[in-house]
């Protein structure tokens, strides 16, 4: 132990900032290396922790009437008739869809009245026999009376503190319901939230067909037999039983397709729409994970090429040693036992990095826990890839720093082999190739994320501060007359739905001139599209007195108008008036209304009429005057706002927030992505300062007499520049296709793509270009500038 200790002692002293440089490298490799693999763990163990959760699956179906794919919701009577279709279902539940938002309530303690707004979701009762819930308190069956809810832990705590939650009683403006279980907070990596459910009324759509506003689980006996329950379901179904909705569901003629998609993989797919379930893309997780085994094996080659840089320096005195009657075999052991340690002392220095990452905001980009307490086998798992590092990359400079003849090293004669030479040269390209390639990748997924949030998305959104007003909507005059008559304020204008704020909308199926037509539903206020700034192409804009009719008005987007053929002063409907109908009254073109991740589909504004049955416009809409005071005018809005209700917390802010609350996801992967990219990039770079000093060392005697023969230090720095930048030039022209595939690969996720810019590759080859110019002119400058004589004689 005492050589060793004695050699780290000399390398540390001799090369403080090379040895520094290595350490750090390592360290940061196994920080990252963990750090990635919370965040991979976290997804790919997204709803496993449900009892039996293979068992577990959600019904979906696709309907070409509605949807070229996938839907994730479903019809009441569907969803349990199929339930009942099989007995290899254990259970089946329904979910509502729309209704999973917060919901405005109080509790009364010591007669005091305490309001909270916290997500609810009305499950049927059944919900809690597919998924496992371990429940603290109450009972298991709660769902099954009415008037009962079923809450968090977290919550019950918030609620009621140290008491009994069960029991309590949960007021709303129109009535109360009583909790009747609490159960224990599931982990952050599931579809299912921490919220409360409520029951789902029991007759409530029970025979409407048409009524797509559900989700839909089972649990099966066996996951091998899922595959089963459609050929059964099929022949037992009748259509005919239906009435007017028979041809439509039609199993066999309309070609609906059914899908089973295991719970486990929910969090993966993006073929369905409806489908708010949280999403990561199995593409960006390789991607991470490609990027994780990367920056351990840069780090073993920096390490491997650290050692042998220093084999110049170290060689006199490891042969010396073997000829006063070291053996060469424990030599190379001493060796490899040296490397592993270093490696194992940058991993309890990497430690101390996850626990400072953890402190930062830079935490919020990972969605897993990066306590060591909630991921021992990820932390013990990277102990060992550690030692495995030491002992793989310190076996290559032990046995050639062993390899030469002692009397050989002794004289002063030995050279840089050929072999060794491309070895460390292929190493050194490996290293080149990754960096190209993640410079790249990280460059076009910012250009994404950028496209997205800066793209014409075909309306006015600068200067407009959104804010939900279902809490008032009976006041909406009187809120809108005390908004406008702020001196800031240049109008305002409501929305059902927020715009842009969602990948889909509400979807409804129409008649039109005998034909079915599906679009997208948007019912706004009369004044939206001017307040907005959207263009009428062609007919005319929305009217007030459109509200006074029994259908109320339609303006489609170009898609609509292409794919069905519409035209202007039409109706929808078979004849009748009624909330199916009303009239085509113009033309818009294809604004951004949902997310850059689909396709525009058919949509239309819709302005209600007076026969409706939901003629609610929730979302108010306030455009600001152009050098308005932002800070004071929001003061002024939350002011109103308290006026109409104080206790309501309403969510007051700006429309660009919205767009980048969309794109959060997209956004915290790629600046993850990002992060490291630059320090496998970083690492890369303290690989090619540990070549250069290993060039440079063992040539230092041809530097010495080239300069004595005249050579100027500009003209040894270009011939060392010259070597390298051969050796970038190879490897840009083989990560520039591998980065090129990679990114379209994964562009492929959003129907709207930033374009594949040239600029990038050169940017890649320009920014890896200047680093290791830079690296192979200071280290080489230093040499060259070394007394000649002196550098000759101790050669």
């Not at 002024?636 to 919205?658: M, Q």
Request: charge should be neutral; aromatic fraction near 12%; glycine fraction near 8%.
């Amino acid at each position: 132990m005492n050589p060793i200790i004695r050699n780290l002692i000399s390398v540390a002293r001799r090369f403080k900032l090379a040895a520094s440089l290595n350490i750090l490298g390592l360290s940061v490799a196994f920080a990252a290396f963990m750090v990635i693999m919370v965040q991979l763990d976290y997804d790919n163990s997204f709803d496993k922790f449900h009892q039996d959760h293979d068992k577990i699956f959600r019904l979906e179906i696709g309907m070409p009437q509605l949807s070229s794919g996938m839907l994730a919701i479903i019809s009441r009577p569907f969803a349990e008739q199929f339930f009942e279709s099989s007995p290899y279902i254990v259970a089946g539940a329904i979910t509502a869809v729309w209704g999973s938002g917060g919901v405005f309530f109080h509790v009364e303690k010591d007669g005091v009245r305490n309001y909270f707004r916290e997500a609810s979701l009305g499950v049927s009762p059944e919900f809690t026999d597919v998924f496992t819930f371990d429940f603290v308190e109450g009972a298991e069956e709660a769902l099954k009376t009415p008037e009962n809810v079923i809450i968090p832990l977290s919550l019950a705590r918030k609620l009621f503190g140290s008491e009994s939650a069960v029991g309590g009683q949960l007021v709303y403006s129109g009535g109360s319901q009583t909790v009747g279980a609490v159960y224990r907070d599931f982990p952050a990596n599931t579809i299912i939230n921490n919220c409360i459910y409520y029951p789902i009324p029991e007759n409530e759509n029970k025979q409407h067909w048409g009524n797509f506003n559900y989700g839909a689980y089972i649990r099966v006996n066996e996951a091998s037999n899922a595959p089963l329950l459609f050929d059964n379901f099929i022949r037992n179904f009748d259509s005919a039983q239906l009435g007017e909705f028979g041809a439509f569901l039609d199993l066999e003629k309309s070609g609906i397709e059914i899908r089973l998609t295991p719970l486990q993989d929910v969090h993966f797919i993006t073929d369905v729409q409806y489908d708010g379930a949280p999403k990561a893309s199995r593409q960006t997780l390789m991607i991470l994970l490609a990027i994780a085994v990367v920056i351990i094996a840069i780090a073993c080659i920096n390490f491997t090429n650290f050692s042998t840089a220093l084999t110049p320096m170290r060689i006199k005195s490891i042969n010396t040693q073997r000829v006063l009657g070291s053996r060469r075999s424990t030599m190379r052991w001493v060796l490899v036992f040296e490397a592993v340690f270093i490696s194992f002392l940058s991993y309890l220095v990497a430690l101390v990095l996850v626990v400072l990452f953890n402190i930062t905001p830079m935490a919020r980009l990972v969605d897993g826990d990066l306590t060591m307490a909630a991921n021992p086998l990820i932390f013990a798992g990277t102990a060992f890839v550690a030692l495995l590092a030491g002992c793989i990359a310190g076996t290559y400079p032990a046995r050639y720093m062993t390899s030469f003849a002692p009397a050989l090293v002794l004289k002063g004669s030995f050279a840089l082999s050929p072999k060794g030479r491309k070895l460390r040269n292929t190493l050194i390209g490996i290293q080149y190739v990754a960096s190209f390639a993640l410079i790249i990748g990280a460059s076009f997924m910012y250009l994404q994320n950028r496209f997205m949030q800066n793209s014409p998305l075909g309306y006015a959104k600068d200067g407009v501060i959104t804010v939900d007003i279902g809490q008032i909507q009976g006041s909406r005059d009187a809120f809108t007359n005390q908004i406008k008559a702020y001196s800031g304020v240049e109008d305002i204008t409501y929305g059902q739905f927020l715009l842009s704020s969602s990948d889909a909308y509400m979807k409804w199926g129409r008649k039109y001139r005998g034909e079915d037509l599906t679009f997208m539903v948007l019912p706004v206020h009369h004044s939206f599209l001017k307040v907005m700034g959207i263009e009428v192409t062609e007919g005319r804009d929305f009217r007030q007195e459109d509200a006074g009719t029994q259908a109320g008005a339609y303006l489609f987007n170009d898609a609509a108008r292409k794919q069905y053929a519409l035209e202007l002063n039409t109706s929808l409907g078979d004849g009748a008036v009624d909330a199916t109908s009303g009239e085509i009254i113009g033309f818009i073109p294809d604004i951004k209304f949902a997310s850059f991740r689909m396709a525009v589909e058919p949509m239309a504004f819709l302005v209600w009429g007076t026969q409706n049955w939901g003629a609610q416009t929730n979302v108010a809409y306030i455009k600001l005057n152009t050098g308005t005071n932002m800070r004071a005018a929001i003061s002024h809005i939350r002011a109103t706002l308290s006026e109409f209700d104080a206790d309501f917390p309403f969510e007051v802010r700006f429309f660009d927030e919205v767009i980048q609350r969309l794109y959060e996801k997209e956004k915290s992967i790629s600046s993850l992505i990002s992060l490291f990219s630059f320090l496998a990039i970083f690492i890369s770079i303290v690989g090619v300062f540990g070549l250069v000093v290993f060039d440079s060392e063992c040539r230092r005697k041809e530097i010495g007499i080239r300069k004595v023969l005249g050579a100027s230090t500009m003209g040894i720095i270009i011939m060392f520049n010259k070597a390298y930048f051969k050796i970038l030039l190879i490897c840009f022209v083989m990560a520039a296709p591998l980065a090129w595939y990679a990114v379209t690969r994964w562009l492929e996720n959003f129907a709207y793509k930033t374009p594949m810019y040239w600029w990038v590759y050169l940017l890649a080859l320009v920014a890896v270009g200047v680093i290791t110019v830079c690296t192979v002119t200071f280290q080489n400058w230093r040499v060259a500038n070394d007394d000649p004589v002196k550098s000759i004689k101790t050669e």
